[in-house]
């Protein structure tokens, strides 16, 4: 890995532990953890980090059943030889064999080793490993660690909403596409859909009477769709997820992957059941990992077709006119 070798880089690590046993912690009801001590372990292993090389800190961490979050702090004005990979490793080796609190796996010789002589675990050989040089993406690392232990509960407690609808097939949209979700798809039921769309050639200041009325129709009940992906509609949605009340259907201009991993702040509208995830793309290659341009203009031109199917379908079932073919 090139880097520059001067400053602080921060790097977000995780680790699972092989088989993804869940034997480092417990989640609370109220989203706490109750470390274990396979979990006490690793924590100590971490504060000896520090210790043993002062230019290497180890800043927000989560310590999850199967697995560990963590923010390594390396400063390169005080170790500009250091090696990310290699202290991976060498942070597993130095951690393992740890303790395994299952009593029914065997205690011959062999395996009485590590803490407490109690049989081991191993940490996963893949791990994951992510450089942040933005402090805008070290801020949501650093909340997506603060918010993990919620979001698994979230996930376990409403496995439904937090499952891949694969194929799925509703009035409103178009049939000759493939349409995959996460969430409540009952929310494509409403007659009160309408598109939001704002330009992301302005700053959300600019879109600021037009933000205050994406809100109030969504304390009216009606329910805004959109990609919320330029500024303007990120600020919307925002402020929409401040709206107890408010539901809102958030397009993807990419392919929704079989296992797709929604954010915290998603998660928490998904396991409340305010909110759907929809993608139109098939999985492809060329889609699944970039958001083009033109996805993104057909994203939209989805979202405008599929909130005109909800009127025509609603006006239609009350022999009343869309409203944009209303009369003034």
């Avoid at 290699?86 to 029914?104: K, V």
């Amino acid at each position: 890995m090139n880097l520059q070798r001067f400053g602080k880089k921060f790097f977000f690590i995780t680790l699972c532990v092989e088989g993804r046993e869940k034997i480092l912690s417990r989640i609370n009801a109220d989203a706490s953890v109750f470390l274990l001590p396979a979990g006490e372990a690793v924590v100590a292993a971490w504060r000896e980090t520090h210790r043993r090389n002062p230019a290497l800190t180890a800043s927000n961490f989560v310590i999850m059943p199967d697995h560990v979050h963590l923010i390594l702090i390396a400063d390169y004005d005080k170790a500009p030889r250091f090696d990310v990979i290699g202290w991976i490793h060498r942070f597993a080796n130095d951690t393992e064999p740890l303790a395994s609190p299952n009593p029914t796996q065997g205690t011959s010789p062999s395996s009485q080793r590590g803490f407490g002589g109690q049989p081991p675990f191993h940490w996963e050989k893949r791990f994951w490993l992510v450089l942040s040089f933005s402090s805008r993406q070290l801020k949501a690392i650093r909340r997506y660690i603060k918010l993990n232990p919620a979001r698994a509960l979230w996930k376990a407690r409403h496995p439904n909403r937090f499952t891949r609808i694969a194929n799925l097939r509703h009035p409103i949209l178009d049939a000759s596409r493939q349409w995959d979700a996460v969430g409540n798809p009952l929310l494509l039921a409403s007659p009160f859909l309408f598109h939001v769309r704002l330009s992301r050639k302005k700053m959300p200041e600019e879109h600021r009477e037009a933000i205050d009325e994406i809100v109030a129709k969504a304390r009216q009940g009606m329910i805004p769709v959109s990609g919320f992906i330029s500024p303007g509609e990120k600020e919307a949605l925002r402020r929409l997820k401040e709206e107890p009340l408010a539901r809102f259907i958030k397009m993807r201009p990419c392919a929704l992957p079989p296992r797709y991993d929604p954010s915290a702040e998603d998660s928490r509208e998904l396991a409340a059941d305010r909110m759907l995830i929809l993608s139109g793309f098939p999985q492809t290659v060329a889609d699944s990992g970039v958001i083009f341009r033109e996805n993104c203009l057909a994203m939209n031109d989805m979202a405008a077709a599929l909130c005109a199917r909800a009127q025509c379908l609603n006006a239609d079932e009350t022999g009343d006119s869309p409203p944009s073919h209303r009369q003034r």
